[in-house]
């Protein structure tokens, strides 16, 4: 049986998969997203939150890598993962981020990189006095 994946090539990220079908309605699909590519693959379990494409072929995502934290400034963070705040505003981020508040208090980040598990972070940010 053919299963047809379509994939994100600039995030490398699982869009949709489906059992059957046809590649040419996929393609039509992708052709509807950008950087979007469909293709035959030959799995048949793929699961959009455990796995991601390189190089035409499913991978399993690792662990999110150790994020390095001081007060209001995280570090290590994977190239073009996409970063929930905790006001709920989405970004990409790379490298690192800087966030601010005139408040103490716990704040949730939700960290979303290709080659990765999600990862949902409470960071403990504290005001200078």
């Known amino acids: 049986m053919n299963y047809i994946l ?3 090539t600039h995030t490398l990220a699982i869009l949709q998969t489906a059992n059957g079908g046809s590649l040419e309605n ?5 052709a509807t997203l950008p950087n979007a590519k469909a293709l035959c693959i030959d799995h048949p379990y793929i699961d ?12 399993n995502k690792m662990p999110f890598p150790e994020l390095k934290i001081t007060n ?7 190239d073009n993962t996409r970063v929930e705040w905790p006001d709920y505003v989405v970004t990409e981020e790379s490298s690192e981020l800087e ?3 005139n408040v103490s208090g716990e704040f949730v980040f939700i960290f979303d990189a290709p ?3 999600t990862h949902t972070r409470i960071i403990n940010y504290y005001v200078k006095t």
């Open 99 to 101: 966030f601010d508040s």
């Open 26 to 30: 996929e393609e039509i699909y992708a």
């Open 6 to 8: 379509t994939y994100d």
């Open 48 to 59: 959009c939150e455990l796995h991601y494409m390189e190089g035409g072929q499913v991978k």
């Open 115 to 117: 080659r990765y598990l």
């Open 72 to 78: 209001g400034k995280i570090q290590n963070i994977p």
